[in-house]
Nanobody, 124 residues
């Protein structure tokens, strides 16, 4: 059974950091691109960052460039999202998702397998 499980969310003060993890089971991530997406209340789901399966190509939304870093550890079948200098506008449910091979345009409709999401709240 293909499954993605996110962890690492929580409540953090503005300027703080969190590291999200996306652990895969039932399949190996070696041949899959992984994306992190987020959805805030009343807003559409948006692509935050994506990483390809092969050459390590990455995409970052303009709103997170320089603050977030995506990485993957295929040996652990896990992808990470390091989030630094967090802002209140980063508050959302964060989802990881997988698609075969390339990262595409990092749009949600391109990704086939989804985790259940983890809440990130940035507030003082």
């Amino acid at each position: 059974q293909v499954q993605l499980v996110e962890s690492g969310g929580g409540l953090v003060q503005p300027g703080g950091s969190l590291r999200l993890s996306c652990a895969a089971s039932g399949f190996t991530l070696d041949y899959y691109a992984i994306g992190w997406f987020r959805q805030a209340p009343g807003k559409e789901r948006e692509g935050v960052s994506c990483i390809s399966s092969s050459d390590g190509s990455t995409y970052y939304a303009d709103s997170v460039k320089g603050r977030f870093t995506i990485s993957r550890d295929n040996a652990k079948n896990t992808v990470y999202l390091q989030m630094n200098s967090l802002k209140p506008e980063d508050t959302a449910v964060y989802y990881c998702a997988a698609r075969v091979w390339s990262l595409g345009l990092c749009r949600s409709y391109e990704y086939d397998y989804w985790g259940q999401g983890t809440q990130v709240t940035v507030s003082s």
